[in-house]
């Protein structure tokens, strides 16, 4: 039955929402005793983090199967592993994040020396969402300790196993009275809203993203949103085609099912070359997860039956369903959809309007490569952007005329593991950055600091204004 296999939304209250008060007031608390700034805390507080990433492994697999069917090895790999690694380098590198930053100083402030402080912000939010549900949660966590912080995490309800595991898990292991994790839905976020924070970082949808920027600007508190949108895989016909199949599909179903903010929402390619694409995507999508998708121990199944339906939707529309040209299967018992590729629907469908974030992958074709930029340029700004190819000429043309969040050539989703890369979007993608020391600094405050000493005091510069200081 559904219920057993679902996990949907417990109704269970574990946070009232008029409490939201009081436990700002313990936060800052915290944060006023001068503790959360110390080196000593951050790095206790991370080398915690670390040993309970050692410690806890099985059951966040297990909370993530439970939460998604995510396969183990998936699991491990795109949510443990990248935590650790995030945890680690924030343990290596955080004496150096920390030290202050010299600037160069001018002849008008001679002698002085200036350099730039980071400073904690203070008592600063993250609210999460439900596809990677435990590094989403963990890794601005990471990042907010990092930087001195006390901190609430708001995790998704719609993954709830892993919900109440961060919330087990934080209590286990890390400074109660500073690190927190609050759970619950709509309710309980619209009342952490009201507080003041002096920072938010929302992973999820555009619709809400506005609301959080709409809450945060009462308060003047600034916000990392990261959004999502239709992240394109361009891919020209110059390609080593095996690979590229395989990577895309590494980007998509392999990746939670599609339910990934830089998944691949849909590829662009030639007319020409579509046939032969459409052809290697399924000799590769049999390869991985055998010639039934459907009963595949290798995929993820679609989060809740809200999700699924509204996939179920995109496909029924008039002049979709009848351009499947692999894939359709559904079971709505078991939240299952089969890898679907469409090709060229029309452009006013809603499966070509809004964000996908699930297994149906339409292709649109285009007379020559060039005219994907169109495609895309006409479309807010993704989150990412694929291009496969090796025409060096179309690269370059690619990173100086397309924007988005990110971009990579002739791989998916990897840019992210990059931690010198900042992740984040642009425009409808969201707004601010994070991962490694762009973690650090988004939950910083950047302070000026001019060190001035008494000697070298010019008369030139104060009162009164003689005609020979004007003439200077
Ligand atoms: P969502 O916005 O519905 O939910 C995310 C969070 O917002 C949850 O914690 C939820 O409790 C809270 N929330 C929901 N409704 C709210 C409301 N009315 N008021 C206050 N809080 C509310 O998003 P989702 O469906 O969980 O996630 C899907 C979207 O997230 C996609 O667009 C995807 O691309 C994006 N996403 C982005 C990233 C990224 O890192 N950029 C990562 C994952 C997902």
């Not at 946070?15 to 790095?43: I, Q």
């Not at 309970?52 to 592993?81: G, H, N, Q």
Request: net charge negative; proline share 5%.
């Amino acid at each position: 039955t559904l219920s057993a296999v679902t996990s949907e939304v417990e109704e269970k209250q574990t946070f009232n929402p008029d409490k939201a008060g009081e436990l700002v007031k313990e936060l800052r608390n915290s944060f006023n005793s001068g503790r959360t700034k110390s080196y000593e805390w951050r790095m206790s507080q991370l080398e915690n983090i670390a040993k309970m990433l050692e410690e806890k492994e099985k059951e966040i697999t297990e909370a993530l199967y439970k939460d998604l069917s995510k396969p183990e090895v998936e699991a491990f790999i795109s949510e443990i592993v990248t935590a650790k690694s995030s945890c680690n380098e924030a343990l290596k590198e955080l004496r150096q994040w920390m030290i202050p930053q010299k600037v160069n100083t001018s002849i008008t402030t001679f002698p002085s020396s200036a350099e730039i402080v980071s400073e904690p912000l203070g008592v600063v939010l993250v609210i999460s969402t439900w596809n990677f549900p435990f590094l989403l949660s963990l890794d601005p966590v990471i990042g907010a300790i990092s930087a001195g912080n006390a901190v609430a995490l708001k995790p998704s309800e719609i993954a709830p196993a892993t919900s109440s595991l961060l919330a087990k898990l934080v209590e286990e292991y890390l400074d109660n009275s500073a690190v927190k994790v609050v759970e619950g839905a709509v309710p309980e976020t619209t009342a952490l809203l009201e507080q003041k924070w002096d920072k938010i970082l929302y992973t999820g949808s555009a619709r809400v993203g506005r609301i959080v920027m709409a809450a945060a600007a009462k308060h003047l508190t600034p916000v990392i949103l990261e959004l999502g949108g239709k992240s394109p895989a361009v891919v020209h016909s110059d390609v080593d085609l095996q690979v590229a199949v395989r990577r895309i599909i590494a980007g998509k179903w392999a990746l939670n099912n599609g339910q990934a903010c830089i998944g691949v929402d849909y590829i662009i390619t030639t007319k020409d070359f579509v046939p032969k694409l459409i052809e290697a995507l399924k000799i590769e999508l049999e390869q991985f997860f055998g010639k039934d998708a459907m009963n595949s121990k290798d995929i993820s199944r679609i989060v809740s039956s809200t999700q699924f339906k509204r996939l179920a939707k995109l496909l029924d529309e008039d002049k979709v369903s009848d351009k499947i040209v692999l894939g359709g299967q559904m079971d709505e018992n078991q939240l299952k959809i089969a890898p679907t590729i469409l090709l060229d629907i029309p452009e006013e469908s809603q499966l070509m309007q809004e964000e996908i974030f699930g297994p149906l992958m339409p292709i649109v074709t285009v007379e020559k490569i060039e005219d994907s930029f169109d495609v895309i340029n006409s479309r807010p700004k993704p989150l990412a952007v694929y291009v496969f190819t090796n025409n060096e000429q179309l690269k370059k043309g690619f990173v100086e005329n397309i924007s988005s969040g990110g971009m990579l050539f002739n791989d998916t989703v990897l840019h992210v593991s990059i931690s010198g890369l900042p992740f984040g979007g642009v425009g409808e993608s969201g707004m601010g950055s994070y991962h490694g020391k762009f973690s650090f600094d988004g939950f910083s405050h950047k302070k000026a600091v001019l060190y001035r000493s008494f000697s070298g005091d010019s008369s030139l510069r104060y009162p009164p204004y003689t005609p020979e200081k004007q003439r200077l």
